[in-house]
């Protein structure tokens, strides 16, 4: 009786704390992640076929050969089967090879470095990781933003990732694709959202005290509503300046969003550079 009300205890619990998931990975809205959802569950859906007649047989065998079981067959000098051979074998050899060619398909499909084909112009936007916040740069529409990410809808956008300190992970689960960022390197995240909404942001890489606070909200607007973000942003009358930059790379735990209403479009090179030295004499 006991045990029972254990296991009821611990299955309520279970299901309690999955109550509490978000499962972002499996409510993708844009096409690369809804790509990597049906990845994900295509895999598990594979995998399924050797832990599911795993399951099966281990009940099965339990009940069947159970010591009070007289009836059940006794083979004290069995030792071999063709067929027990053939079957363990060659289903696992069937499963590593249908994964073989979905990972190499998909390695080429979902290449976070692949432009994204749109009849919209590409939109770049430069990532950097700071202690423990994330500033992102405008480069073409000449603004900053820390810990708050907008973009247009139905745009195709390039993110150029690089980090100011230690390593981590810039990630929209559901948006698609967490690929890292490195000091005095420069990654590419080709990503585009097909709703409006507000998404979240994270680093998934573990990256020191402030690690926790180091999230931001990604709003997808309207292509109007994304004017009108920019208009008040460049309204913040507080330009994203060399010793403003020094600053804000001073480490900071939970950090609030800031607008810059203006930046240097070179700053995300500087940065690099600082790790690298200038790049072909320039």
């Not at 045990?3 to 109550?19: Q, V, Y």
């Not at 405008?138 to 809808?153: G, K, M, S």
Request: glycine letters at 4%.
């Amino acid at each position: 009786m006991l045990r029972n009300l254990l296991k009821l205890a611990c299955a309520a619990g279970l299901l309690l704390t999955l109550s509490a998931c978000d499962f972002l990975l499996f409510d993708p809205k844009g096409p690369i992640a809804a790509e990597q959802m049906e990845l994900i569950i295509l895999s598990f859906a594979v995998m399924l076929i050797v832990v599911i007649p795993v399951f099966v047989m281990t009940f099965v065998f339990a009940i069947k050969y159970r010591a009070g079981n007289d009836k059940a067959d006794y083979r004290p000098l069995w030792e071999h089967s063709n067929l027990v051979e053939i079957v363990v074998w060659s289903v696992p050899l069937v499963i590593i090879v249908v994964l073989g060619i979905i990972t190499y398909r998909t390695s080429f499909s979902l290449d976070p470095r692949q432009p994204i084909a749109s009849e919209q112009q590409t939109m770049r936007i430069q990532v950097v990781a700071l202690d423990w916040k994330w500033l992102f740069i405008y480069p073409e529409q000449e603004i900053a933003t820390v810990n708050e990410l907008a973009l247009p809808v139905d745009t195709p956008v390039e993110f150029l990732i690089t980090s100011d300190t230690v390593m981590n992970s810039f990630f929209v689960p559901q948006l698609g694709s967490m690929i890292y960022a490195m000091a005095g390197m420069e990654n590419q995240l080709n990503l585009i959202a097909d709703e409006t909404g507000v998404y979240r942001g994270l680093s998934a890489n573990y990256s020191g005290f402030g690690f926790s606070g180091m999230k931001f909200k990604a709003h997808v607007k309207t292509e109007a509503e994304f004017k009108q973000w920019i208009a008040e942003v460049k309204r913040a009358a507080n330009p994203l300046s060399e010793q403003a930059y020094q600053l804000l790379s001073v480490k900071s735990k939970d950090h609030p969003v800031e607008y810059y209403s203006s930046v240097n479009p070179l700053m995300f090179n500087r940065i690099i550079e600082k790790y690298t030295g200038e790049q072909n004499g320039e």
